[in-house]
């Protein structure tokens, strides 16, 4: 869009809804990661673990 010399209000609306887009997503996998991984984990006796790889990953993904 920039190449094409767009609009500049044109070009953010449309990075505005990549963004939510990927938002979703993150929300679904995490959604998923709580029901699956971390229910599995505490089965397992391994939260402790699962716990530091997810903060891990959310330090990494949060601004």
Do not use: W, Y
Request: proline letters at 5%.
């Amino acid at each position: 869009m920039v190449n094409e010399s767009r609009p500049c209000p044109e070009v953010l609306i449309q990075i505005a809804a990549v963004r939510g887009a990927l938002d979703r997503v993150a929300r679904i996998i995490l959604d998923e990661h709580l029901s699956e991984c971390v229910v599995r984990a505490t089965k397992e006796g391994n939260i402790d673990e699962e716990i530091a790889q997810l903060k891990a990953a959310l330090d990494r993904f949060l601004p």
